[in-house]
C-alpha cells in the first residue's frame, strides 16, 4: 500500500494567518489600498487628496510599492517604474486614472490590495486583530485564539460587527493620519514662512 504523503495539500490554516497578518501589518500595502477602502467607506473630497498625497503616492512610487504590484497584482508581468508611470499618467490629475499598460490601470492596483485588506481581516484570529489595531484589553475568553472566518461562518452576532469594525478602525486612522501630515505641511510650508517672514530691511 502506498504511503500517503502532504504534498498535494495546500497551506495550513496557521501558515495562511501568519501570511494574512503580514498583509495587515504591511504599511506600504496598506497605503496603496487605501483610496479603494476610504472609497468604500464613503470618504471623498479633501481627504481623498489627503491619502493619495500622504499614503499612496509614496508607496506606489517606491521600491517595495513595484513589488508589490509584481507579486500581489499581476505576478510575472515585466514592470519598469510602473508606480511613477501610473501617477504620472493621470488624466487631469485625476486620483486613479492613472495607465500603464492595457494589462494594468491605477485603480485596479488600489482595489485588488483593498480586496486582500478584507480578507486578510477573515484570515486572521481576533486576537491578532486587536494586536494589530493596538488594543492591549483583555479579549472575552470565548473570542481568543478564534479565527473571524470561523465566527462569520459560525454565525456569529458579533463576527460582522468585529470585521466591518476592525475595517473601518484602519481605514479612518489611516486616514487621520494623512489628513495630519497635510495640516502640518500646510502649517510648515505656508503658515509658518508667513508669520516668521523678517522684514525688509529698511533703506
Request: glycine content about 10%; overall charge negative.
Amino acid at each position: 500500500m502506498a504511503k500517503t504523503t502532504n504534498e498535494n495539500k495546500g497551506p495550513t490554516k496557521e501558515a495562511l494567518r501568519d501570511y494574512w497578518s503580514g498583509i495587515l501589518q504591511n504599511q506600504t500595502l496598506i497605503s496603496m489600498a487605501l483610496p479603494s477602502l476610504a472609497n468604500q467607506l464613503g470618504y471623498g473630497g479633501e481627504s481623498l487628496h489627503d491619502v493619495d498625497r500622504g499614503k499612496y503616492v509614496p508607496a506606489v512610487t517606491s521600491k517595495e510599492g513595484e513589488e508589490l504590484i509584481k507579486r500581489e497584482v499581476i505576478p510575472y508581468f515585466d514592470f519598469k517604474d510602473v508606480g511613477k508611470n501610473l501617477v504620472g499618467s493621470r488624466y487631469n490629475n485625476e486620483i486613479g486614472s492613472g495607465t500603464y499598460s492595457v494589462n494594468l490601470k491605477e485603480k485596479q492596483i488600489s482595489d485588488a490590495l483593498a480586496s486582500r485588506v478584507g480578507m486578510a481581516f477573515r484570515g486572521v484570529t481576533v486576537d491578532d486583530v486587536f494586536k494589530i489595531l493596538g488594543h492591549d484589553g483583555k479579549i472575552p475568553k470565548e473570542y481568543q485564539g478564534k479565527y473571524i472566518e470561523d465566527l462569520i461562518e459560525s454565525k456569529d452576532e458579533n463576527a460582522q460587527i468585529l470585521l466591518s469594525g476592525a475595517l473601518s478602525y484602519l481605514v479612518k486612522s489611516q486616514i487621520a493620519d494623512a489628513t495630519g501630515k497635510s495640516a502640518e505641511a500646510i502649517k510648515q510650508g505656508t503658515l509658518e514662512k508667513i508669520l516668521t517672514k523678517e522684514d525688509s530691511p529698511k533703506e
